[in-house]
């Protein structure tokens, strides 16, 4: 059975920091790209980023230089550190892992923005 836990959200003042963590069982993690992805209210879910078995990652545009995706493959483990935080930042953040036609989905953490 495969697993993604989330962990590590939670409220931060606008420009502080957050490092959310996705713990994944049940698949074979270095074989997998994983993300992160997030979905405010009233909006479709959007990619944050992404980062694939050999490292290499993207991001999307309103990140880039504020957020970093990073992986663990000895302890199956996929972080997103989230610096200089922005009110539009605030959405439940959902963990993701893809191989081919294989996709699979976290539970999501939320993580909210404000002063």
């Known amino acids: 059975q495969v697993r993604l836990v989330e962990s590590g959200g939670g409220l931060v003042q606008p420009g502080g920091s957050l490092r959310l963590s996705c713990a994944a069982s049940g698949i074979i993690f270095s074989t997998y790209t994983m993300g992160w992805y997030r979905q405010a209210p009233g909006k479709q879910r959007e990619l944050v980023a992404t980062i694939t078995s050999g490292g290499s990652t993207t991001y999307a545009d309103s990140v880039k230089g504020r957020f970093t995706i990073s992986r663990d493959n000895a302890k199956y483990t996929v972080y997103l550190q989230m610096d200089s935080l922005k009110p539009e930042d605030t959405a439940v953040y959902y963990c993701?892992?893809?191989?081919?036609?294989?996709?699979?989905w976290g539970q999501g953490t939320q993580v909210t923005v404000s002063s």
């Open positions: 993701n892992a893809a191989l081919g036609y294989y996709a699979y």
